[in-house]
Nanobody, 119 residues
Framework: VQLVESGGGLVQAGGSLRLSCAAS????????MDWYRQAPGKQRELVAT???????NYADSVKGRFTISRDNAKNTVYLQMNSLKPEDTAVYYC??????????????WGQGTQVTVSS
């Protein structure tokens, strides 16, 4: 599974950005889609997750500000980020869990997209 991310950039505090991550390649179906982020000097952390039935979960730090969604027809996951804060500055990665042949699953990561929030 190949993942292509887009939508990062530089924004002022209080602004918004929308990240996209499109999956392609060989798989039966996409199960879980996640967004992670990694700030300089910090460990990668889970930001939001959406399951195949569109159940969502968020890190406490982004609840009420970020919204994860998916378009199954396009095999794409989105992260709408509002009310951005300087502490949201990080490289954002999407991760996809896909169903493969013989009951196996695959785990794939995107290349990352930089989000910088200025104060």
């Amino acid at each position: 599974v190949q993942l292509v991310e887009s939508g990062g950039g530089l924004v002022q505090a209080g602004g918004s950005l929308r990240l996209s991550c499109a999956a392609s390649g060989s798989f039966f179906s996409i199960k879980v889609m996640d967004w992670y982020r990694q700030a300089p000097g910090k460990q990668r952390e889970l930001v939001a997750t959406i399951s195949s039935d569109s159940t969502t979960n968020y890190a406490d730090s982004v609840k009420g500000r970020f919204t994860i969604s998916r378009d199954n027809a396009k095999n794409t996951v989105y992260l709408q980020m509002n009310s951005l804060k300087p502490e949201d500055t990080a490289v954002y990665y999407c991760r996809v869990t896909a169903a493969q042949a013989m009951g196996l699953t695959s785990l794939s990561w995107g290349q990352g997209t930089q989000v910088t929030v200025s104060s």
